[in-house]
Every structure is written in structure tokens, then in C-alpha cells.
């Protein structure tokens, strides 16, 4: 006479206890789906984070070293026009300052933008600044022009 009646609260039990057993489920079906698809990604697809572009860290002086004229200093006949091109490792932006009286390059010196014409003998130095911090520079560079006329 009592078999179906339920003690007061049951039923919230039951109802309690099949969502616990779905929601199990769905957690262990979850793990299983995130490992397959985890272990089918190519590893050498994913980019590799590379904090040091990101964040930009300064040059060192011994990544601003490589300033390289063209032509090389040397004995001439004629006026020479001479290029200055940085090529240190430096992935940043540098200024590359230089003297013609064979003097150490600073910052308040001439800013190389063009092309040097060199019409009597002259001794060019060149320095490279990184642009984002002056006080940062690379070693001197030093070409001797000696212009002999025939």
C-alpha cells in the first residue's frame, strides 16, 4: 500500500544524482575530445612566441658593429662619392653620424642621409646610433681618402 509513495525529497535526490552522472560524463567525454584534438596539432605549424621582437629589446654595441663604405679608403685620382650603409645585426633603426676631420663621431656631428663627395684627401669616421636610445652606439668606423691629382 506504501510502494509508491516517495519520502519527501526524494525526487529531488534522483533528479541530483542523474545530473551528476551526466555532467561526469560530459567531463570525461570533454578531456577525451580537448587530448585527440591536443594530440592531431602539428607541432611545427604552431608559431614559435618570440618575446625579444615583441618587446623590443635594445641593440647591443656589439650588434650596431658593421658600417661599410663604399668605395675603401685608398689613394684616387679623381673626387670619389662615398656611401655609407649600416650593416650590423641590429634590427632596429639606427642613425649613422660622421666627422670628415678624422675627429670621433657624436651625436652633434653631421647625420649621413646622402652621399659624400670627397674632392680633396679626407679622413672620414662614422658611428651608428640606435635612433630609439643615442646613448647606445656601435664602434667607429675610419677611411682614409687621399685624392691625387695627375
Known amino acids: 500500500m506504501f510502494t509508491n509513495l516517495k519520502i519527501k525529497g526524494q525526487l529531488s535526490i534522483e533528479i541530483l544524482i542523474i545530473i551528476s552522472i551526466f555532467t561526469i560524463g560530459a567531463i570525461i567525454f570533454g578531456t577525451y575530445y580537448l587530448q585527440t584534438v591536443n594530440s ?12 625579444d621582437r615583441v618587446f623590443s629589446k635594445e641593440c ?26 649600416f650593416n650590423g645585426i641590429c634590427g632596429q633603426p639606427v642613425n649613422i653620424y660622421y666627422t670628415l676631420d678624422g675627429s670621433e663621431p657624436t651625436l652633434q656631428d653631421n647625420l649621413y642621409s646622402s652621399v659624400l663627395s670627397v674632392s680633396e684627401t679626407k679622413t672620414i669616421k662614422a658611428k651608428a646610433f640606435l635612433q630609439s636610445n643615442p646613448a647606445i652606439s656601435g664602434g667607429t668606423y675610419t677611411q682614409t681618402y687621399t685624392i691625387s691629382f695627375p
Open 60 to 85: 647591443t654595441f656589439e650588434q650596431l658593429n658593421s658600417i661599410t663604405f663604399n668605395p675603401i679608403g685608398g689613394v684616387y685620382s679623381a673626387p670619389q662619392s662615398v656611401s655609407l650603409t
Open 40 to 51: 592531431n596539432i602539428n607541432k611545427s605549424d604552431v608559431p614559435v612566441f618570440d618575446g
